[in-house]
């Protein structure tokens, strides 16, 4: 997500979150509530605003916060695993093309039924054109899914089907090795026909006119301040919820982070930049918690290759790589952002191809690459396009993720970096704030601009089918008929070797043969909680916060 999905998936630069939870008390395992808590508890946490409350429309991770508390599918995470939720069982096929999953006693907060036709009337939404979902592909795993987006098949042909108020049937179109923890991710919440109908165009802007299945209910969303929400008292697991309220805050500026949370008025944020170290130093005196580890998500610079919208240049292979290898990723991640890990692959670290770590058996494919001179590789490509070879005499625009202090900061370094090492000449675009970057990517009203996103599920098919020709979330506008053809073969390629080779293949075509993208770090997690925050986790996949097992002791 626009993060993966990170971004997952795009989540602005200021929001690298965790997920590993390190030095908080509490349940470890998520599965037992924290006892003591005491009534009226809150819990105020650190987020940019949310882009929709409309899972089928929903991208980016800040939307997901408010939607993973608030909503519920047939699964759940809980401690990056798949657990039961609505879905109380389910059986697979031998061949591993019919899912059936019986649904348990669910109410909505209206105390209406949740059933098997919520779903189907769900999944088919998102794949529906009219819909205009960015996530559409991710439901092509179902049978005639794509053909459905495309006008090539009938809604009802679509492989999945309520047979009765309990029980979903899903047929895939191919064996889906992952497709589990699909079923956990917040965009394959059900919905209620008759609360989306009424509201129209208008459905997942105002939380009042909705319903939720999920451990809360959204209360009011104020668009640039924040989001509140309350116990739902109608969740069939209502028991195991201690918190009675909350607040997703918005606070960009880390500073105005950093105070809020010195003196109490938030309980968790994230921090970049030189607040980090004093942050940590604090965190081993004792003064609160705090959670580092890695995370699979990727940030990376994307170039905007629809000539139509954007700079020529950026049409040429040579162009975009000039770019990629001028960029210091060490310096960066060590001296300018201090988070991260430098990268020169698009998947992360961490990720998992069958029982293989994906990177451990895959090196990184812009090393091969490394030793080539930028302004050399741009100069040649101006003489592709039959232009003037001289660099200083074009202009590219970067579009940085916010107006914040850090994002100007962030936007200079890369200026300073394609000035200096290429020659070309490089304007600093604005963007309000992170939804207005998003607004403006998803248009494409951009030539370059930093992107990110995170995993939506543990396989390196979550970042790899993003580049496809057509895919809503590749802003980008990369195409390229062979690695297309690879994400085909892939999905139908049931022998995980074969797949991981299929997985290096698109990389290398992506990352150091066309550059598509220009890889830039991973994401590492890094939070800071109050000592009297128990059990809150930090999923790797989804929302950046899992507050279903979460209490306040001690406050």
């Given amino acids: 997500m626009k993060s993966k999905k990170f971004l997952a998936i795009l989540l602005t630069a200021t929001m690298l979150l965790s997920t590993a939870l390190v030095g908080c008390g509490g349940s470890s395992d998520g599965k037992k509530p924290a006892e003591g808590g005491k009534k009226g508890q809150s819990i105020t946490l650190i987020s940019s605003d949310a882009k929709t409350l409309d899972t089928s429309k929903s991208t980016d991770q800040m939307s997901f916060n408010a939607i993973n508390a608030s909503m519920e599918g ?6 990056d695993k798949p657990e039961k939720a609505i879905a109380e069982s389910w059986e697979q096929s031998k061949d591993g093309l019919k899912w059936t999953f019986k649904l348990r006693d669910a109410k909505w907060s209206d105390g209406k039924k949740v059933t098997a036709k919520d779903f189907e009337y769900a999944w088919k939404r998102i794949l529906n054109p009219k819909t ?3 996530y559409a592909s991710f439901m092509f795993v179902l049978k005639n899914g794509e053909k459905f987006y495309e006008g090539k098949a009938k809604e009802e042909e679509v492989g999945v089907k309520a047979i009765d108020d309990k029980t979903l049937e899903v047929t895939l179109e191919n064996p889906t090795p992952y497709f589990l923890q699909l079923t956990a991710f917040p965009l394959l919440s059900p919905l209620r026909q008759d609360i989306v109908e009424a509201a129209g165009d208008k459905y997942g802007t105002d939380p009042s006119k909705m319903v939720f299945d999920g451990p809360f209910v959204l209360e009011k969303w104020e668009k640039g301040s924040k989001i509140t929400f309350n116990k739902n008292e109608k969740y069939w697991d209502k028991d195991t919820v201690k918190l009675d309220k909350g607040t997703f805050q918005v606070a960009e500026e880390m500073p105005t982070r950093y105070q809020m949370f010195t003196s ?3 309980d968790g944020t994230a921090i970049t930049g030189e607040y980090v170290q004093k942050m940590k130093d604090e965190a081993k005196a004792g003064k609160y918690d705090y959670v580092e580890s890695t995370d699979p998500t990727s940030f990376y610079m994307i170039m905007n290759q629809n000539g139509e919208k954007a700079n020529k240049l950026l049409t040429n292979s ?3 790589l000039a770019l990629s290898l001028a960029i210091d990723r060490e310096s960066y991640v060590n001296k300018v952002y201090q988070r991260g890990f430098a990268s020169n692959g698009l998947i992360p670290t961490g990720m998992v191809a069958g029982e293989k770590v994906y990177r451990d058996v895959v090196p990184e494919p812009l090393k091969s690459v490394a030793n080539k001179d930028p302004k050399a590789l741009f100069i040649e490509g101006l003489k592709e396009l039959n232009l003037d070879p001289n660099p200083s005499k074009y202009t590219l625009r970067y579009l940085p993720q916010g107006s914040a202090t850090s994002d100007r900061a962030y936007a200079e370094y890369f200026q300073n970096q394609w000035q200096s090492k290429i020659g070309v000449n490089i304007k600093v675009d604005s963007a309000a704030d992170f ?16 992107s990110g996103w995170g995993a939506d599920y543990n396989d390196p098919m979550a970042f790899i089918e993003l580049f496809t ?8 506008k990369f195409s390229n008929a062979e690695y297309d053809k690879i994400v085909k073969d892939i999905k139908k390629e049931p022998d995980m070797n074969k797949r991981i080779e299929l997985y290096k293949r698109a990389e290398q075509i992506l990352v150091s043969e066309q550059a598509g993208i220009a890889p830039v770090f991973y994401k590492d997690k890094r939070f800071f909680t109050q000592k009297y925050v128990k059990g809150l986790q930090f999923p790797s996949f989804g929302g950046l916060y899992e507050l279903k097992w979460t209490s306040i002791e001690g406050k």
Wanted: no cysteine.
């Fill in 264 to 266: 109490k008025q938030i």
């Fill in 469 to 476: 020709t057509g895919n809503g979330n590749n802003n980008g």
């Fill in 132 to 134: 205009k979902a960015q």
């Fill in 435 to 450: 939804s207005d970057y998003l607004k403006k990517t998803e248009e494409g009203n951009f030539e370059i601009a930093m």
């Fill in 318 to 320: 040579k162009i975009r």
């Fill in 74 to 79: 047939l699964t759940r995470y809980n401690n």
